[in-house]
């Protein structure tokens, strides 16, 4: 990618935006996970907990190392929790696992937005990298008929913005799904739901940032573009 002064006035703002929202899921989880469920429940057990509830079965729950590393991988249908998260009995843990499992709900529901997102996955990965090389072959033969091809890149990159807007409903109901099964379960008190609600919501900000940041990026392409074909003209 190029620096120039749309990168300063237009994405770094949500660049730091990013930033801070990563840091505050940080520091929310970390304020929660020193609070105890007072059941004891662990991480991988408030997984199995939801998974039970919406009677969703042939999931594994499985440890992966780092930190803040968990997710569901729908390609061999499996939870994976991080060690912080897997044993650990805190209210921050238990939100979290909860999340990944209400994303393995959704799979097991065939909920429309996670299809989606996974079917784009392989095109969104090909079509951001393919339309950066695009565009920059546009930019050094702005002045011929190939720089043309800089438009047909910033189309392809469009799928970037596409992934992150189907990717906020998705990451939403997972967590309106965690919460409720939580709520319902009488497994955690009000004080616990609140903190393993809160760094859902924590965690859900930086999908919106991500979102905020793709959109950018790609205002930021049409300009450069744009203000290299005025040049030619």
Do not use: W
Request: charged share 20%; proline share 3%.
């Amino acid at each position: 990618m190029f620096f120039d002064i749309y990168y300063l006035i237009i994405v770094l703002p949500f660049v730091i935006l990013s930033l801070i929202a990563s840091a505050r899921v940080r520091s929310t989880f970390n304020r929660y996970s020193r609070i105890p469920t007072v059941r004891g429940i662990t991480g991988a057990e408030a997984a199995r907990m939801v998974l039970e509830r919406n009677g969703v079965s042939g999931v594994e729950i499985r440890r992966v190392s780092g930190k803040l590393t968990d997710h569901y991988n729908p390609k061999d249908n499996a939870i994976y929790l991080s060690e912080e998260v897997y044993d650990s009995r805190s209210a921050a843990a238990c939100g979290v696992a909860a999340h990944e499992a209400g994303h393995a709900v959704q799979y097991a529901e065939e909920y429309l937005p996670a299809k989606i997102r996974l079917s784009i996955v392989p095109a969104t990965n090909i079509a951001s990298s393919a339309g950066i090389y695009l565009i920059l072959i546009g930019l050094i033969f702005a002045n011929t008929f190939i720089g043309y091809l800089a438009y047909v890149g910033i189309l392809l990159f469009s799928m970037t913005v596409l992934f992150q807007l189907v990717t906020l409903p998705v990451e939403f109901n997972a967590s309106r799904r965690a919460m409720v099964a939580l709520r319902e379960s009488g497994l955690m008190t009000r004080e616990e739901e609140s903190g393993a609600g809160r760094v859902l919501r924590a965690a859900a900000m930086t999908y919106v940032a991500a979102l905020a940041v793709a959109f950018a990026q790609l205002l930021r392409l049409i300009l450069i573009v744009s203000h290299a074909n005025d040049r030619r003209g």
